[in-house]
């Protein structure tokens, strides 16, 4: 293995990241997203969110792969964002 490589796990579930890009946002680079609807940070987040801001929304676990930096991806539903997914 001469790649550097980084775990494209969601570290919240365990599940294989979608790869994901969504020029719109200016996310035109690739990143990681866990798109799974059972993941417990995206579960959590939708209790969190309508608690703390009284609103629907929740976020899905993000991971930049250049830099490694992980961020949340704000969603406020089930299928925003999923027609970045690459096939
Ligand atoms: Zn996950």
Redesign the pocket.
């Known amino acids: 293995m001469t790649q550097p490589s980084i775990d494209t796990n969601?570290?919240?579930?365990?599940?294989p990241?979608c790869r994901w890009t969504y020029p719109d946002l200016q996310y035109d680079e690739l990143r990681y997203v866990?798109f799974?609807d059972e993941?417990?940070?995206?579960v959590r987040g939708w209790a969190f969110i309508e608690e703390h801001y009284k609103t629907k929304a929740s976020y899905?676990?993000m991971l930049d792969p250049q830099s490694g930096q992980t961020m949340p991806l704000r969603v406020k539903t089930a299928v925003d964002f999923r027609d970045g997914i690459e096939g």
């Open positions: 969601c570290p919240h579930c365990g599940q990241m866990c799974n993941c417990g940070y995206y899905r676990h």
